[in-house]
């Protein structure tokens, strides 16, 4: 935020930068596989937030920083898979609270994530892109099943990302790929527009490679809703 008040830098520039490197290492044959779809808007998102930037300051704490979302949160401008080819055509109608949120406060939806079919398992599988590798070490598994999140934020093709848990699915990725991820007490953060595997265990939470960035994501999705009715 300094480098963009600054004119050092640019919202557009960062997911410029992103994408690139996501083309690179992830979407080419024998890359990470970690992102399932693109947000297409991303690159006008950021220089709306562009322009807003000189008239009326930061629009959030997020304003303008590229993020990953676990394909488990509904997006309504974003194809979402739940981890399952048999969701590819998928467009929900509405965000999940979270994407909201994160939206609210400037944040920037640069992909939706890879994840095991409905979070169901501990490995980087799924049948929407098969296998999600390590960044780290390209034979090794990078955890599950928010596969996607955590190889994607360890490879640097996002600033930070949003991860689900509901016996280690935030944990076990974190840990596979040298990250910071937290599972929070159910209910500090809304389920309203996840798809749970068991509904009063799920939790999306932050994962980042920074405790600071971790923190900075916490702050922005935690809090009441009403339409969190688990």
Request: net charge negative; proline share 3%; hydrophobic share 35%.
């Amino acid at each position: 935020h300094d480098a963009m008040r600054s004119g050092e830098l640019t919202a557009e520039e960062l997911v410029n930068k992103y994408l690139i490197r996501i083309e690179r290492f992830d979407r080419q044959e024998g890359g990470i596989n970690s992102i399932v779809n693109i947000n297409e808007n991303a690159k006008d998102r950021a220089i709306e937030l562009d322009k807003s930037l000189h008239t009326e300051g930061l629009s959030g704490r997020l304003h303008g920083i590229p993020l990953v979302v676990k394909d488990q949160a509904m997006t309504s401008d974003i194809t979402t898979t739940f981890g399952s080819k048999v969701f590819d055509s998928f467009v929900p109608e509405t965000d999940a609270a979270i994407v909201k949120r994160i939206r609210e406060e400037g944040g920037i939806i640069i992909g939706k994530t890879a994840m095991n079919d409905w979070g169901a398992g501990d490995s980087g599988v799924s049948s929407i892109v098969g296998q999600t590798k390590n960044p780290y070490d390209m034979n090794r598994d990078p955890g599950g099943s928010s596969c996607g999140t955590g190889a994607a934020v360890a490879a640097n093709l996002a600033a930070i990302g949003i991860g689900e848990d509901t016996g280690g699915s935030i944990r076990a990725p974190a840990s596979c790929c040298n990250l910071f991820g937290i599972r929070v007490t159910t209910g500090l953060i809304s389920r309203s527009g996840l798809s749970p595997l068991v509904k009063r265990n799920d939790t999306a939470g932050p994962m980042a490679r920074t405790v600071d960035d971790l923190i900075r994501l916490l702050d922005v999705i935690t809090g009441y809703d009403s339409d969190d009715i688990y």
